[in-house]
């Protein structure tokens, strides 16, 4: 099946299936275009999700292959959304 990944802010989100990314892309497009609004999405794992958008911020769509299962775990086991920092 396809999942979309959503990364935002350098955090990464599995957007739940029923998720209409089209229209997602453009309420984020919409607020990038202001000086900053809310947009709220359905996810795999961490449910409804609201991040602030700024023209400044970073987006990134990917479609991705997975199967079911992989779903499943990540509903009961949510994947870590933060990118990790490398030492310094």
Request: charged residues 20%.
């Amino acid at each position: 099946m396809q999942i979309t990944r959503l990364r935002i802010d350098g955090q990464f989100f599995y957007l739940d299936a029923a998720q209409d990314v089209a229209a997602l892309q453009d309420q984020i497009a919409e607020a990038a275009a202001t000086r900053a609004a809310f947009v709220h999405f359905e996810t795999v794992g961490h449910g409804r999700v609201s991040v602030l958008v700024t023209p400044h911020v970073g987006v990134r769509f990917e479609t991705q292959e997975h199967t079911a299962e992989d779903v499943a775990e990540w509903e009961a086991h949510p994947p870590v959304i933060d990118i990790p920092l490398p030492d310094l």
